[in-house]
């Protein structure tokens, strides 16, 4: 038997007694704590609507997240950075916050639903379209009329930070793709770099090498990652051949015309002919294939460069970098998938983060960083260190200036992993190009509707 | 055949005397009031946490699954329409059914797989501690990190795998790439990872059977596999429940496997309800989608688990 059935009928009822107090006290202090959570969001909503942050000089806390830094890079942030913000700033101090790319997007958004983002943040190439239609993006159109950087941005990179001609986003640094290969194995094939897709084709022929069937050097390699990397090159490819992936008017999508299918038709021949090979996909963080030696040729961006020098060395003087070959030659399109900076909407102190956020975009600051972190400043007028000053940096920059974008559309986020999974089927066989090409259309039709 | 084990071992007059046997037609639980209410009490804690921590959320994620939500906007009531949309899905029903597939598959295997190495363990062989520690041993790797070790291993150019593969003349594979065998790699690893926790479970039942029942067999000229059929399976049945629906259930939740190693792909082909579920909800930020489809998820894990229980039970009385 349990010491509580011994208890006297008096003890019973004062331990009920004070079971009801705390009880009631318990539902009180759950009630004041949903009362003042909702007055915070109900305040914070109210600063941000009116656009009246506090006042620069009184003193304000800012949260910057960083996704994807190197140590250094962080450590360039903690040291350096934030300090000398600082100090031109004395009323403003910057916390910062660290995330890996993989799971960037869920906490941004997670904590945007609970009123806990950073003021802030960085974000994925194509998350805009989503965050913006959303509301969870500060507007900055009348803050970007002010700015300076905003000349020394290509236009079209500067145009990917707009949903529907509101600027919401500033890039920080570009994605370009375009074509890689390596010299030495060209030069052992005796072919000279593709300026025509019918010259990929051919040279791929030459530069694929295979052992016992299988292939164990790709002569040119699309991009397959666990993410949208074959997507993003069918892209690369759709646009060197004229295509698009919207009508005119961005209002419905185009996967059934007939370059869309041409391209694709393009693409999956290299795996029907045994000049690539589905096997080679980029996990997690894992190098491009090119970067390692298992391909003599890759559409890919800057970081294959950076990947090279991480992963083989040796193989970094023999990379070369061309816009990606067209049908006739001429004209080569190179895409860019800048990733951006952004502020919060819910963010008390929209004048601060907007100081912080043209601080850090400042062609010194932004230069430095990407240095550390391998990618190509969106600012033109970023100084150009050692990382910049190879032959291929400056044909990236170059690039850049002519460089175009994907349409920023709320369903772009998912319209990448929608693509991407079709054409996978197409290229590993499960579909025909075509009925790939459908079920994206559909599929993103669909998607464009109930938006 | 009921095994002695699984039976009270008292026999029925003896259980119709006992005060502490219900009898046919009586009260389960014969407490007077206050009794009851402190039964309550102690469990009340339990209860709390149980309401808090499972009921809540089942009814939270039930109430978001009539609403369209995108976690940034105010969740909207729209009826049944997530529901519609998720049955005219194909690409739900496509992950329902690889899900069906690698649960089915991995849970057949690995009861047999399991058993069987249980069975050799139970037998005098050299190294019984060494192998039983061997096979357990990825039980204390996490999902992902071994799910990481596994992608190497299935590196197509560099992985041993294909690397002893190709000394001996044999062509590349494309472990994580090739749409027909990604989804038996996924499985590969996860009878890995698995396998030495059930082998456990079955060790410890078989060691609960009485050597009698052993002995008795074996009087009765039952060889090996009779002896397995009849003595052995019978008795171990409430571990075989236990396996059956953990194992079943754990499949059917399958997320770290292709989240980490295939992300589903390639075209899909690894791609299971819950990392659906995942895409929808935290990548497409559809949550009253995802939230049907999880729903839709746990009624049939539910109606399952009933079903399990259900037919061993019969089985068991």
């Known amino acids: 038997m349990t010491p509580e059935l011994t208890q006297t009928p008096k003890r019973h009822a004062r331990r009920r007694h004070t079971q009801k107090i705390a009880a009631i006290a318990a539902a009180g202090a759950l009630l004041a704590a949903c009362g003042s959570a909702s007055k915070t969001a109900q305040s914070s909503n109210s600063s941000s609507s009116s656009g009246a942050s506090s006042s620069p000089s009184s003193p304000v806390t800012i949260s910057f997240l960083n996704v994807g830094a190197s140590p250094q890079a962080l450590a360039y942030f903690n040291g350096t950075v934030i300090p000398d913000f600082e100090r031109a700033n004395p009323n403003i101090h910057v916390t910062m916050e660290t995330t890996d790319w993989g799971s960037a997007f869920t906490k941004i958004t997670t904590a945007a639903a609970s009123k806990t983002e950073a003021d802030v943040f960085i974000q994925g190439g194509i998350w805009l379209g989503s965050l913006a239609s959303d ?128 391209a694709l038709s393009y693409l999956t021949s290299f795996y029907s002919d045994g000049l690539s090979s589905s096997k080679f ?65 819910g963010t008390k102190h929209p004048n601060s983060s907007w100081k912080f956020l043209s601080y850090i975009t400042s062609p010194t600051v932004e230069a430095k960083w990407d240095s550390l972190i391998g990618e190509l400043p969106a600012d033109t007028n970023a100084p150009l260190g050692p990382t910049w000053s190879t032959p291929i940096a400056k044909q990236f920059f170059a690039l850049a200036a002519e460089s175009k974008a994907q349409p920023t559309i709320p369903v772009m986020l998912k319209l990448g992993p929608l693509v991407n999974t079709q054409l996978e089927k197409a290229v590993s066989g499960q579909a025909s190009p075509s009925a790939a090409l459908a079920a994206a259309n559909s599929g993103i039709a669909s998607l464009m509707q109930g938006s | 055949m009921t095994s002695p084990l699984l039976s009270s071992g008292r026999p029925p007059a003896a259980r119709a005397q006992d005060p502490a046997v219900p009898a046919p037609g009586r009260r389960r639980l014969g407490l007077d009031a206050g009794k009851r209410r402190a039964g309550l009490k102690f469990v009340a804690p339990a209860l709390v946490l149980l309401i808090i921590l499972d009921v809540a959320p089942i009814l939270t994620e ?48 690995g009861i047999a797989v399991s058993l069987g190495v249980a069975v050799l363990l139970t037998q005098t ?49 494309g472990w994580l790439s090739s749409p027909g065998i990604a989804m038996p790699s996924l499985l590969i690893v996860s009878l890995w990872r698995d396998t030495g926790y059930y082998m456990l479970v079955f060790l410890a039942a078989l060691a609960n059977v009485p050597t009698e029942l052993y002995e008795a067999a074996h009087l009765d000229g039952a060889g090996p596999i009779r002896t397995f059929r009849e003595v052995v399976l019978p008795s171990i049945r409430p571990a075989m429940l236990f396996v059956l629906l953990t194992w079943t259930l754990g499949a059917l939740q399958m997320f770290t496997q292709a989240y980490v190693m295939t992300n589903g792909g390639p075209g899909n082909a690894t791609l299971s309800v819950v990392l659906d579920i995942y895409k929808e909800g935290f990548q497409d930020l559809s949550l009253g989608y995802a939230s049907a489809e999880s729903f839709v998820v746990f009624l049939f894990c539910l109606v399952l688990s009933l079903v399990y229980v259900r037919w061993f039970r019969t089985r068991i009385d």
Not at chain 1, 231 to 236: D, F, G, L, N, S
Not at chain 1, 283 to 299: D, N
Not at chain 2, 67 to 81: E, R, W, Y
């Open chain 1, 135 to 262: 509301e969870a993006l500060l507007p900055l159109t009348k803050y970007v009329a002010n700015w300076s950087g905003a000349k020394n941005m290509p236009a079209s990179e500067l145009a990917t930070g707009k949903l529907n001609g509101t600027q919401y986003a500033i890039p920080y640094y570009s994605d370009l793709r375009g074509l890689w290969y390596n010299t030495a194995d060209l030069a052992a094939a005796h072919v000279s770099p593709p300026k025509t897709l019918a010259q990929l084709k051919s040279d791929a022929a030459k530069l694929v090498v295979k052992s016992g069937g299988s292939i164990t050097r790709e002569g040119m390699d699309w991009a397959i990652d666990n993410s949208i990397g074959l997507q993003q090159a069918y892209t690369e490819l759709l646009y060197s051949m004229g295509g698009h992936e919207f009508n005119a008017t961005d209002t419905a999508p185009a996967f059934t015309s007939t370059v869309a299918q041409q």
């Open chain 1, 281 to 345: 996909v980029d996990v997690g963080s894992s190098p491009a294939t090119i970067a390692i030696g298992q391909a003599a040729m890759e559409v890919n961006g800057f970081q294959v460069y950076t990947e090279a020098e991480q992963y083989d060395p040796k193989i970094v003087k023999d990379l070369a970098f061309e816009p990606f070959p067209t049908p006739s030659g001429s004209n080569p399109v190179a895409l860019s998938f800048p990733t951006k900076l952004g502020i919060y909407a």
């Open chain 2, 62 to 109: 039930l109430f978001y699954s009539f609403t369209k939500f995108s976690l940034l906007k105010p969740a909207h009531l729209v009826g049944f329409a997530e529901y519609e949309a998720l049955f005219s899905d194909p690409v739900f029903w496509h992950s329902v059914l690889r899900t069906f597939y690698f649960a089915g598959v991995l849970v057949v295997v």
């Open chain 2, 125 to 173: 062989i050299i190294g019984t501690t060494f192998h039983r520690i061997v096979i357990f041993l990825p039980q204390t790797v996490s999902y992902a990190a071994g799910a990481l070790i596994w992608v190497w291993l299935f590196n197509p150019t560099s992985g041993p795998i294909n690397t002893l593969i190709s000394s001996l003349g044999g062509p590349s594979i």
